[in-house]
């Protein structure tokens, strides 16, 4: 069940290495397509193009929008994470007008947060229209060791950046280790 590394810093190294790995392809073919538009009558100039130049610039730019992507999601979700654990906004709709998007944004990406384990330990109410963090904390909780030999060294999560609000191992937003 309980990964070392959260779900969250595991997407953002991934869109790490897909914006550095994008960059890296339009860099080393971009200059190439160039040549061969500006020199189309060289000598296997369209085949170039079509079965290495463009697939692979294609393939960059997809990408970079992907890491994009990812990074802006993390984003969105360190910032729902303050919201709701230091200012203790657990309203959708609240959550919609802090951030400035419309509620039925905000309910579908907290519910894809979900569903990627971003939020280890969340879900969404929609008849009230609010998300609940830790509502199976106890029953999810390891106790290895009684709480009171855990030293409380850390009062900001290291990976999402949610309060300490209990004697928890893990963090009840992502689910990483308290260090
Ligand atoms: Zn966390």
Redesign the pocket.
């Known amino acids: 069940m309980h990964t070392s590394k959260a779900a969250v810093a595991v997407s953002a190294t991934a869109g790490k290495a897909a914006t550095i790995i994008g960059i890296i392809l339009i860099v080393f073919t971009l200059p190439f397509l160039i040549f061969f538009i500006y020199d189309r009558h060289a000598e296997g100039a369209m085949a170039a193009l079509f079965v290495f130049i463009i697939p692979f610039l294609a393939l960059g730019v997809f990408l970079v929008i992907r890491g994009n992507k990812i990074k802006h999601r993390i984003k969105r979700f360190r910032n729902y994470v303050a919201l709701i654990s230091v200012r203790n906004i657990t309203s959708i709709n609240e959550l919609a007008s802090h951030t400035a998007k419309d509620v039925a944004f905000v309910t579908m990406d907290l519910q894809k947060m979900i569903g990627k384990k971003f939020f280890k330990n969340a879900a969404l109410d929609l008849s009230s229209n609010r998300i609940h963090i830790g509502a199976g904390s106890s029953s999810v909780q390891i106790n290895t060791m009684p709480n009171t030999s855990l030293p409380i060294t850390a009062y900001e ?1 290291r ?2 950046g ?1 309060r300490r609000a209990n004697n928890n191992q893990f ?1 009840d ?2 689910g ?1 280790l308290w260090v």
């Open positions: 999560c990976n999402c949610a963090c937003y992502c990483s």
